[in-house]
């Protein structure tokens, strides 16, 4: 997964890119768990749709989506700004079909 800071995800929305961003804290054992689950389903994606931050260097869309815990993905469907939060990282299946449904 490429890692994006505040700028290269604020580009990323604004040019209408569908994309899955997960949300992360580095100390965080949840996030190690979901990344890895994240991992397997991204090599059944296009290239490039699935991206990562550290939630320490995205204040401003922390705020603006009221991001309210970690691990985070937020499904960008390209049409708006507004993505669709999922906090439950259930398994790479379910992981995989909410992916789907926003990027494919």
């Known amino acids: 997964m490429k890692e994006l800071g505040q700028k290269e995800v ?28 994240l991992e397997v389903a991204e ?27 970690v691990p985070a993905l937020l499904l960008y469907n390209g049409e708006n700004g507004s993505p669709e939060i999922i906090y439950k990282m259930e398994s790479v299946e379910h ?3 909410r992916i789907r449904s926003v990027v494919e």
């Open 10 to 37: 604020s580009r990323a929305i604004w040019e209408g890119c569908k994309l899955a961003l997960f949300v992360y804290t580095p100390m965080c054992g949840t996030c190690a768990a979901a990344r890895r689950m």
């Open 43 to 69: 090599h059944l994606l296009p290239e490039g749709v699935v991206v990562q931050s550290n939630i320490n260097y995205i204040p401003e869309l922390v705020q603006e989506h009221r991001i309210s815990s």
């Open 95 to 97: 992981l995989l079909s």
